[in-house]
């Protein structure tokens, strides 16, 4: 659990085009997860969320595909616009009335105007 | 009307000294949370609380003590901070399982 020898994988995306950023979890039985976004000096906001009965949720502008086979999120954004620039993290609760929910390393994603 | 709100925003101090930060929710949210934040933007969790009841000890050195008064406050008591304890450190809280984290917007601690 801790980030040492790890980095800040980074996205960068042409303004307008679409985003797709990717999440891999651990916990096979993990039944709730989440995508977040973080802005420079801020606390992570929520943006969406999918349960693990679902394969794929749409908001305004962003969708979540979760694939449970390989354990694997995504997180797709639409026009891409410089608001967006942020750190993305995913997060997965775990089954079973338990409440640890474990974040992913994050992604940033720059937006170039 | 902040949801989650946690001071000080930011806190400096000297190696070896004891700090205390504190978080309160206003969204009436049965169980709060501690996430720590390094320099690479990892979030690890540090403690939870569900009614005062403490849920989630993750494996933190004992200089770190949460303390839930009631439901709506944890804070967080730190002795003899070391220059590792550097971080910001994030307060959460939520309903219930399978509900979405509510994050306050952080204390940047900076121990010289």
């Known amino acids: 659990g801790e980030s040492v020898g790890l980095h800040l994988p980074t996205l960068s995306v042409q303004e307008g085009d679409n985003s797709i950023i990717n999440c891999a979890y651990s916990n096979s039985a993990s039944d709730y997860f989440i995508w977040y976004k973080q802005e420079s000096g801020k606390g992570p906001q929520f943006i969406i969320d999918?349960?693990?009965?679902?394969d794929k949720r749409q908001g305004q502008r962003v969708t979540v595909l979760l694939n449970k086979t390989v354990k694997h999120l995504s997180l797709q954004i639409a026009a891409t616009q410089p608001g967006d620039s942020a750190v993305y993290f995913c997060?997965?609760?775990?089954?079973?009335?338990?409440?640890?929910?474990?974040f992913g390393i994050g992604t940033k994603l720059q937006v170039i105007p | 009307d902040t949801a989650v709100s946690q001071t000080p925003k930011y806190l400096v101090t000297q190696m070896g000294n004891d700090k205390s930060i504190k978080c309160e929710q206003n969204?009436?949210?049965?169980?709060m949370y501690w996430y720590k934040q390094d320099s690479k933007k990892f979030l690890k969790i540090m403690f939870s609380?569900?009614?005062?009841?403490?849920?989630i000890n993750e494996t933190v050195p004992n200089r770190f003590s949460p303390k839930s008064p009631d439901k709506a406050h944890l804070n967080l008591h730190i002795n003899s901070l070391e220059l590792g304890d550097s971080a910001v450190y994030f307060c959460?809280?939520?309903?219930?399982?399978?509900?979405?984290?509510?994050f306050g917007s952080g204390t940047q601690l900076s121990v010289l």
């Open positions: 609380y569900n009614n005062k009841e403490l849920i």
């Open positions: 997060a997965e609760n775990g089954s079973g009335g338990y409440q640890k929910v474990t």
């Open positions: 999918i349960r693990s009965n679902m």
């Open positions: 959460a809280s939520r309903g219930r399982v399978g509900e979405k984290l509510f």
């Open positions: 969204l009436g949210h049965d169980t």
